[in-house]
């Protein structure tokens, strides 16, 4: 399909009819690696969620439990399955926290009265980050566990990784501010910019800083920022919201959702039904695994033991996210269709040997096309 270079109004998106994909129809995914979950996952939820509710930030029972059910230790814990217990305690509890800051603050209120209060909470939450006890933020108890996060984290992480950290942070508040002004504007990117948008919402870069900080190494910036491993970590972030997008449709076509998932950005500038664009949306995602798995390989060869324990976990990264969303209460069980999460719940994901575009080049995306530079084929 033809390439958009630019967002256009969402009204021009095609109606909903025969071509709408029901949320609730998983297609298999297409993941040839296993994932792995730390042994201590258990331990560290509860410790976790003993933080949270002695914290104070759930304003009542329901939110308490909605916010549990995503599980966020288990995220943590397939991310860096082989991390240092409390590194990953940390991680667990900064993930509670952001789906917290998620629901109250960032989903709490219409599209429209939203754009000019989240680049204030951005702004305000990234100096709490760089200078710890400036009560940007204010003295409630969002702001007293961030504070408490700020300062365990500045203990355990050297000051390049709590750098990278707070770098995380600001890229993942910078995409959702883009999403809430298209929403805003009514505004659908397109595919090349959503795909880079996306990767700074989903916290791309964010989750990366915490795989460091979880297995204790500090990879150097000439490799880190290489070609070929921003390469890996934006692959690896865009496959995950991909995959998000995807496992979240029920949740989110509930919600109403403010901003469009992939397949409605490619069923809009394609002008397409919805099951042709999840077509589309599959191999897209599928290129992208094809070329993380041969990227990966080969930076690998000339890789140390640090780097290669990263590259591993970002595998583990993509199947993990895969696994846990298929349990996690919050999808498996979405919001809209229930009071409270339902225990047990599964999305029933299945896996596919192949992926459903076979083809090894760039997608035709200029924003992700560069991928394809960093890999001999």
Same mark, same amino acid.
């Given at each position: 399909?033809?390439e958009t ?6 009204a021009?998106?095609p109606?909903?009819g ?5 949320p609730?129809e ?14 201590a996952v258990?331990r ?20 308490r439990a909605?916010?549990?059910a995503t ?5 943590s814990?397939r991310?860096?399955p082989?991390g240092d ?6 991680f667990?509890?900064w993930t509670?926290w952001?789906f917290?800051?998620d ?9 429209a ?5 989240l ?8 100096r ?6 400036s009560r ?6 969002m702001?007293?566990a961030?504070?408490d996060?700020?300062?365990?984290t500045r203990?355990v992480?050297g000051?390049?990784q709590?750098?990278r950290l707070?770098?995380?942070?600001r890229?993942?508040l910078l ?13 659908v990117?397109?595919? #090349?910019?959503y #795909? ?27 490799r880190?920022y ?15 919201a991909?995959?998000n997008?995807?496992?979240?449709r029920?949740?989110?076509a509930?919600e109403?959702a403010?901003a469009?998932?992939l397949?409605r950005v490619? #069923?809009?500038?394609?002008r397409c ?7 589309a ?8 695994m094809?070329?993380?798995l041969?990227?990966r390989e080969?930076?690998?060869r000339?890789a140390d033991?640090?780097?290669r324990?990263?590259?591993d ?5 993509? #199947? ?7 349990t996690a209460?919050?999808?498996?069980s ?9 225990p ?9 040997p192949d992926?459903a575009d076979p083809?090894?080049?760039?997608p035709g ?5 560069w ?7």
């Amino acid at each position: 399909m033809p390439e958009t270079t630019t967002g256009t109004p969402a009204a021009a998106s095609p109606a909903a009819g025969p071509g709408v994909v029901p949320p609730e129809e998983l297609p298999p995914f297409y993941c040839p690696v296993e994932s792995a979950v730390h042994p201590a996952v258990r331990r560290i939820e509860e410790r976790a969620v003993a933080w949270l509710d002695a914290s104070g930030v759930f304003p009542d029972a329901t939110e308490r439990a909605w916010n549990l059910a995503t599980n966020a230790a288990e995220f943590s814990c397939r991310l860096a399955p082989y991390g240092d217990e409390e590194r990953l305690l940390l991680f667990a509890q900064w993930t509670y926290w952001l789906f917290a800051l998620d629901d109250t603050r960032l989903d709490a209120a219409p599209a429209a009265d939203r754009g000019p209060d989240l680049a204030d909470l951005g702004l305000r939450l990234v100096r709490s980050l760089e200078a710890p006890g400036s009560r940007m933020l204010g003295s409630g108890p969002m702001a007293r566990a961030l504070d408490d996060l700020v300062l365990r984290t500045r203990a355990v992480a050297g000051p390049v990784q709590y750098q990278r950290l707070a770098d995380g942070v600001r890229d993942l508040l910078l995409g959702a501010a883009w999403q809430h002004g298209n929403a805003r504007r009514g505004v659908v990117p397109s595919p #090349a910019e959503y #795909a880079a948008g996306r990767i700074a919402d989903v916290g791309t870069r964010f989750d990366a800083a915490f795989v460091e900080i979880a297995n204790g190494v500090e990879i150097p910036g000439e490799r880190l920022y290489s070609g070929p491993v921003r390469a890996l970590v934006e692959a690896t972030g865009f496959i995950a919201a991909c995959d998000n997008d995807l496992l979240s449709r029920a949740k989110e076509a509930g919600e109403g959702a403010a901003a469009p998932d992939l397949v409605r950005v490619l #069923a809009h500038h394609h002008r397409c039904s919805e099951r042709e664009a999840l077509a589309a949306a599959l191999a897209l995602r599928d290129r992208a695994m094809t070329l993380f798995l041969r990227l990966r390989e080969q930076t690998a060869r000339g890789a140390d033991a640090d780097l290669r324990r990263f590259l591993d976990d970002l595998g583990h990264w993509i #199947a993990g996210n895969i696994r846990w969303s298929d349990t996690a209460p919050r999808y498996a069980s979405p919001r809209p269709l229930h009071r409270l999460p339902v225990p047990g719940a599964v999305l029933g994901v299945t896996r596919r040997p192949d992926p459903a575009d076979p083809r090894t080049g760039p997608p035709g995306l200029p924003t992700i096309d560069w991928w394809w530079d960093q890999s001999a084929r």
